[in-house]
């Protein structure tokens, strides 16, 4: 069966893609990279620009986790760019935290630097501040079991925000103002019991609040803070519009719709006249839902839209004919602006490829000059990593399926074993670009095999709805028929076939063992669900106003028992025969520790002894260095065992 990579833009054109595979067999064979090359935290990551530009500021590990540090500009561009590998400058270090990794972070003025983190991956983030002089930090969300919200970053008032936080109601989130110099909250908007979200226009005043009942959805209007929301629009969950952002008079709208149409388009929308005022762009394959737009010049600058890998449409023709003179001095790699400065005469831009992290680089618009910043990922060599082969199969029903395919460099590219790696979500789906797992399990030798299953967001909704009430069913035909796919191409041992996934993906996993146990030699499941019943009834408060969609998406507990029970793999334990590894964070909101202990503990009466990882400190995935040695590492030798 001959594999075809899709073209550029289209879904539907093929090509045939012997020649890249032809390449990656001529290659010198890769040599083994060290498991925590891979998985090590960066040097350096998360760069971001001062709104003066006066600062760059990044993070790096400081004993082990991810901190804020900061460097003056000047000081950096004069520092020993030969070699950008390594931060030249007078260095200061923001923030100390030991115990877990600082997930975010932004500028607020020229001074100030606002900073997330949860404790051990509960996901009950706080927000704090930090001021590059003094160094003086401030928890601004200091209340115990809440999770905060940025709704609006107030770029025009430096010492507010406006963020929402779930103190009275667990379930909600109310609408604050916060005052960074005093740490004074201020009520803006209580929320009445079923505001699932905010929307404040260009002045930072709230205009615009979600409403659900769990199934339908409304979007409220208001022209200003002294009248009353009155509601714009009510659709059921399966048609969906959704503001983008106000124009720049904030009268009207620019949002994401699939009203009447399958995939998703942008629009010009009046909330007053409650009705579309322009088409701005439409893609017929896949949904498009990001408009980029110049806070300066109050103009649009592209659309974003992910086919094969994502892809801009210019409405600016200024901004592309920048965009396409820095693609000119970067060539073979995919560019990202962002982190401009107040005045926009100055950003930063990511380069990054399948093969690589890439670099960053500051640009200055007057002067068009480039300066390399560093090099992410300078230890790992680019011609030793896989390049991620975008490809189409029919799924049984007909349904055309895209997904991914990496093979390892430098060796024959026939009966090879292979690892296949569905996505979490379920409702996302997988993209190009570098990802430290496939490129270790290419490197051992692993062709890699991702698929975007029925049920995958961004190609439409059509597609998506495919997926109501089908786990275990048509979604995990859909990964069955991927491998049989590839197995049938030749490439792949069919005696050797593994499957490894995280969230959604790790329910697959273990649906797969059970459903189809003569499919799969051996499975790691990294924080799935077991036990569809269990999932439903420990969501997070948070996403409690959207249970009835998820039954609807999903299965009803009660109405369809039946079809939960026979898709939930920890009841049908019986009928698993390969290994098992499993590993959980015991602090997850998401998919509890229950979800892993049911299945342990199932498959231990049956005299099974399965590999179990859990760890403390972690939540819905491991993001402690440390612990992700440890799980990779176990991988390794689980998978040596079993595939080779």
Not at 124 to 129: E, W
Request: proline share 4%; charged share 25%.
């Amino acid at each position: 069966m001959e594999l075809r990579v899709q073209s550029n833009l289209k879904i539907e054109k093929y090509m045939d893609f012997s020649k890249q595979l032809k390449e990656i067999q001529s290659k010198k064979q890769a040599p083994i990279i060290p498991v925590r090359d891979f998985f090590r935290n960066p040097k350096t990551s998360s760069f971001q620009l001062s709104p003066s530009g006066e600062y760059i500021s990044y993070m790096k590990p400081y004993k082990n986790r991810m901190n804020i540090f900061v460097v003056k500009k000047e000081q950096l561009q004069n520092g020993d760019l030969n070699n950008p590998s390594e931060i030249v400058g007078d260095v200061s270090q923001l923030t100390f935290v030991e115990e877990r990794d600082i997930a975010g972070y932004f500028w607020k003025g020229n001074q100030t630097i606002v900073y997330v983190k949860d404790f051990g991956g509960d996901e009950n983030f706080h927000l704090f501040s930090v001021n590059v002089d003094s160094k003086q930090e401030r928890d601004l969300t200091p209340f115990a079991d809440i999770q905060a919200q940025i709704i609006d970053g107030l770029e025009e008032h430096e010492d507010q925000l406006i963020i929402g936080l779930n103190i009275d109601n667990k379930q909600v989130h109310d609408a604050y103002r916060v005052n960074l110099e005093t740490g004074k909250l201020s009520l803006v908007a209580k929320n009445p019991g079923n505001i699932t979200g905010w929307m404040t226009d260009h002045s930072g005043h709230i205009r615009m609040a979600n409403v659900t009942d769990g199934v339908n959805t409304s979007w409220l209007h208001r022209d200003s803070e002294d009248d009353e929301f009155q509601t714009m629009l009510t659709t059921n969950f399966k048609e969906t519009l959704s503001p983008l952002f106000f124009t720049f008079d904030n009268k009207d709208l620019y949002v994401t719709s699939n009203i009447d149409r399958d995939k998703s388009a942008i629009y010009k929308y009046s909330p007053s006249k409650k009705e579309t005022l322009e088409l701005i762009f439409e893609h017929d394959e896949v949904d498009v839902s990001s408009l980029t737009y110049s806070k300066k010049e109050k103009e649009l600058i592209s659309v974003l839209f992910t086919t094969d890998r994502t892809h801009r449409h210019f409405v600016n023709p200024t901004w592309k004919s920048m965009y396409e003179f820095l693609k000119s001095q970067v060539t073979n790699q995919e560019i990202s602006i962002y982190s401009l400065t107040k005045n926009e005469d100055e950003f930063l831009f990511a380069t990054h490829t399948d093969c690589s992290l890439g670099s960053i680089f500051h640009f200055e618009r007057a002067s068009q000059k480039i300066t390399k910043i560093i090099d992410r990922g300078d230890w790992l060599d680019s011609d030793h990593l896989s390049p991620m082969l975008p490809f189409s199969y029919e799924a049984r029903d007909g349904l055309k399926i895209p997904g991914y395919l990496s093979f390892p460099i430098g060796v024959e590219l026939k009966n090879l074993p292979m690892v296949v790696l569905p996505h979490g979500g379920p409702w996302a789906r997988d993209t190009w670009g570098y990802r430290p797992d496939v490129q270790f399990l290419t490197n051992r030798g692993y062709v890699v095999l991702q698929m975007n299953f029925r049920g995958s967001v961004g190609f439409g909704r059509e597609f998506w709805q495919k997926s109501f009430k089908q786990w275990g069913k048509s979604m995990q035909d859909d990964i069955t028929d991927a491998v049989n796919f590839v197995v049938d191409s030749g490439y792949v041992d069919k005696d050797r076939v593994g499957i490894y996934g995280a969230s959604y993906g790790g329910y697959a996993v273990l649906a797969g063992l059970t459903f189809t146990p003569d499919l799969y030699k051996c499975g790691i499941d990294y924080v799935g669900v077991s036990n569809i019943f269990t999932l439903l009834e420990t969501l997070p408060p948070y996403w409690e106003p959207m249970l009835e969609m998820m039954y609807e998406m999903v299965g009803h507990p009660i109405e369809d028992k039946d079809l939960l029970m026979a898709a939930s793999p920890v009841f049908h334990v019986d009928k698993i025969t390969a290994p098992l590894l499993i590993a959980q964070g015991a602090k997850d909101p998401r998919v509890k520790k229950a979800e892993s202990d049911q299945m342990v503990e199932a498959l231990k009466k049956r005299g099974i002894d399965v590999p179990y990882i859990v760890k403390d400190n972690e939540g819905h995935g491991f993001q402690n260095e440390e612990n992700r040695f440890e799980l990779f590492e176990k991988i390794e030798e689980f998978l040596a065992q079993y595939l080779q």
